[in-house]
């Protein structure tokens, strides 16, 4: 039970704040972390075990969660986040592949983060 819930979190003070969403019901709001810190969102089954183990009373809204997690997601694919995974040379995007396809916006950040880093390597022109 402790290690499915601090993997989950991702530590103690991160636990304290989780488990009052879980018991306040404010699905969005604890999808819309997961997401802001740019991590995977919590599968149906794990965040519904999770979810009983805090408050066995609560039902889970994994929609609401959901919509949360993608409005946090977008929250840390920001266009700095794109130029510094430039900058550090990162060819896979992660959790941030779907700006691949938006607006050519993100991959001009992008494209500068990495021209800077290949200009500073000395690697430019290679």
């Known amino acids: 039970m ?26 969005s709001q604890l999808g819309f972390n997961k997401g802001r810190r740019g991590e995977n969102p919590v599968a149906e089954a794990v965040l519904q075990k999770t979810v009983s183990e805090v408050n066995d009373i609560v039902n889970l809204d994994y929609d609401t969660y959901l919509k949360g997690y993608q409005k946090g997601l977008e929250s840390y694919c920001s266009l700095e986040q794109l130029r510094q995974m430039g900058m550090e040379m990162k060819m896979d995007w992660g959790v941030c592949e779907f700006r691949r396809e938006g607006e050519g916006l993100y991959q001009v950040y992008w494209k500068q983060g990495f021209d800077r880093s290949m200009s500073s390597d000395g690697m430019a022109g290679y």
């Open 2 to 27: 402790t290690i499915i819930l601090i993997s989950l979190l991702g530590g103690c003070s991160t636990t304290i704040s989780t488990q009052s969403l879980i018991t306040d019901e404010n699905w």
